[in-house]
């Protein structure tokens, strides 16, 4: 197997699990947020788009818009990072390199789901909610973004000890 086909299989296990935790954060979301449960702020940093197919959710638009961000940029820049990472600190490195990319990710995802919100409502324009989306997908990702870390790095030591044995 090729540097290059390794490295994009870490990058898309990385964008996978974060797409992943991107459906399943907002599906929790969407079951806790009605019942207040008195941690709901927990859930609402948790939860960077509700669910669409719940009372409150948001348009299926930006769910979809999040979710292709979340799972194309991690594959963008896990990749190249996968293919040079050496193998005696692997596994630090690419924790910290798909967490960062995971974080870029929801800050991306953030943006661009606030900003398809504000322009379906007259009157508001993007870039005065551009802030907002920015720190809810970074909030999201520092909360979440360990888990594609975690998952992308085990991943990544695999494929680094199944290419030093072959």
């Known amino acids: 197997m090729s540097r290059w086909a390794g ?5 898309l296990t990385a964008g996978l699990a974060g797409a992943l935790c991107l459906a399943a954060s907002s599906l929790l979301g969407s079951l806790l947020q009605p019942n207040n449960l008195g941690w709901s702020g927990l859930v609402r940093m948790a939860t960077l788009v509700i669910w669409p197919w719940s009372d409150n959710g948001h348009p299926l ?5 999040a979710l292709a961000i ?6 963008i820049l896990v ?7 050496a193998p005696g600190r692997a596994g630090y ?11 870029v990710a929801g800050a991306l995802a953030g943006a661009a789901a606030v900003i398809i919100s504000a322009a379906g409502s007259p009157g508001s324009s993007g870039f005065d ?10 909030g999201w990702a520092l909360l979440v973004g360990w888990i594609p870390a975690l998952i992308a790095s085990g991943v ?3 494929r680094l000890r199944q290419s030093a044995a072959g």
Not at 61 to 65: A, I, K, Q, R
Not at 97 to 103: I, P
Request: proline share 6%; charged share 5%.
């Open 7 to 11: 490295a994009v299989g870490v990058g």
């Open 61 to 65: 638009t930006n769910f979809l818009v």
């Open 70 to 75: 979340v799972l194309l940029v991690p594959v």
């Open 79 to 85: 990749s190249p990072a996968a293919r040079e990472i």
């Open 93 to 103: 490195t690419m924790m910290w390199a798909a967490w960062g990319a995971v974080l």
């Open 129 to 138: 909610v551009l802030p907002s989306g920015l720190q809810a997908g970074a």
């Open 156 to 158: 990544h030591a695999g």
